[in-house]
Each structure stands twice: as structure tokens, then as C-alpha cells.
């Protein structure tokens, strides 16, 4: 099983500030890696899949970076709606996984 | 555009069997897409269950595969789990979630249930 660390756990920034949010895999996830947005009491939303490709509708201020065992995903100038957690996940060998997450707050 | 609803007993007995199904409208289950199962325990993360495509292909969750069974009706549109020993540590809210097959992340989401073993 594929295992992913999201680093930091909690990250604590201002909006107007940039965030830049870690996904490190435990062996290649080849780029089969996507990015979640999650708010309280709502499914997650896709953000990025196929480790850079914006989903449908979701603004130009995130992006998705990465390859092999290392993604990141920026949010260039956060918005009041962006604070939530952030799940990266890879989809590999008929198997997925999630990682443990990373909580945006608010500074 | 394609909506998923999940429905099941939100209460089920410690040794008994979780049974949900997820009802697909807006598009066709057997479109090129996997149909896939996730749960989320109170205030933890996300874990993957399983996934099925529309043909009858499915895969597991290797730490749950003794215990889990996705199934399809295409002639209903709709897909189901079955989790069977449960504890309380199968509690949590269920997801249904679309992956289709040229991504690699779940586009669309139901809006899960909560199901409770006690």
C-alpha cells in the first residue's frame, strides 16, 4: 500500500498570504495525484487531479505541482472560503489512498 | 450533471452487517466511470472502501477485503456496499464518489450518511 504524508498538519496563515501545502508518497505515484478541498459537514471537493490539472470550476489561484514521490499544492493569495483541509490522494495499482490531511486556519 | 445519493439504516448492532446504496441520476452507471465507496470516522480522514465499474470489475481496500462486498444494479442506476462484523470502529460518514476512468480523482461526491454501530 502506497503510503502519503501531507505536511504541516496545521498550517496558520492570513488571507492575501500564499500557502503551500506538501504530499509526499511512500514509493512513485507516476503523477496519478489529486488535491481536496474539505469545509465542515460537506464532501470533499476535487481540485487538482492528475497532479497539476485544475478540475472544473476551481479558481486559478490553486495549483498542483509535482512528480514521482513529491506534490505540492499552492493557493497563490488565500481567500476568506479557502481556510478548510486539504487531502492529497493517488490512485495506483487498482488501489487508493488518502493522506492524513492538512488543516488551513486562519492566523 | 450526474448526482449521487446515498440511503441506508443509520444505526446498525456491533457483529451485524452495514448494508448502504448509492443512487446515481443525471447519467448512466454504465457510462466509463468507477463507482466507488469512502468513509470519513468523526473527525479523522478519509479512507478509501472500494471501487466497482459498471462491467462488474471491482477492487478493495486490502485492510477491509475480508469484510466488504460492492455490488451494481445497472438496471436501477444505483450501486451498493455491504460491510459485514462491524465494531464501533466502523462508524463514521459513508461516501459514494464517481472516479472516471481517464482521472485519477473523485469528481463527484455524494453527500454521505452517517452510520452508527452501537
Known amino acids: 500500500e502506497i503510503v502519503l504524508t501531507q505536511s504541516p498538519a496545521t498550517l496558520s496563515l492570513s488571507p492575501g498570504e500564499r500557502a503551500t501545502l506538501s504530499c509526499r508518497a511512500s514509493q512513485s505515484v507516476s503523477g496519478y495525484l489529486a488535491w481536496y478541498q474539505q469545509k465542515p459537514g460537506q464532501a470533499p471537493r476535487l481540485l487538482i487531479y492528475h497532479a497539476s490539472n485544475r478540475a472544473t470550476g476551481i479558481p486559478a489561484r490553486f495549483s498542483g505541482s509535482g512528480s514521482g514521490t513529491d506534490y505540492t499544492l499552492t493557493i497563490s493569495s488565500l481567500e476568506p472560503e479557502d481556510f478548510a483541509v486539504y487531502y492529497c490522494?493517488?490512485?495506483?495499482?487498482?488501489?487508493?489512498?488518502f493522506g492524513q490531511g492538512t488543516r488551513l486556519e486562519i492566523k | 450533471q450526474v448526482q449521487l445519493q446515498e440511503s441506508g439504516p443509520g444505526l446498525v448492532k456491533p457483529s451485524g452487517t452495514l448494508s448502504l446504496t448509492c443512487a446515481v441520476s443525471g447519467g448512466s452507471i454504465s457510462s466509463d466511470n468507477w463507482w466507488n465507496w469512502v468513509r470519513q470516522p468523526p473527525g479523522k480522514g478519509l479512507e478509501w472502501i472500494a471501487d466497482?465499474?459498471?462491467?462488474?470489475?471491482?477492487n478493495y481496500n486490502p485492510s477491509l477485503q475480508s469484510r466488504v462486498t460492492i455490488s451494481v444494479d445497472a438496471a436501477k442506476n444505483q450501486f451498493f456496499l455491504k460491510l459485514s462484523s462491524v465494531t464501533a470502529a466502523d462508524t463514521a460518514v459513508y461516501f459514494c464518489?464517481?472516479?472516471?476512468?481517464?482521472?485519477?480523482?473523485?469528481?463527484?461526491w455524494g453527500q454521505g450518511t452517517v452510520v452508527t454501530v452501537s
Open positions: 490522494q493517488q490512485r495506483n495499482n487498482w488501489s487508493i489512498t
Open positions: 466497482i465499474y459498471h462491467r462488474g470489475t471491482t
Open positions: 464518489a464517481r472516479v472516471p476512468y481517464t482521472l485519477d480523482g473523485f469528481d463527484v
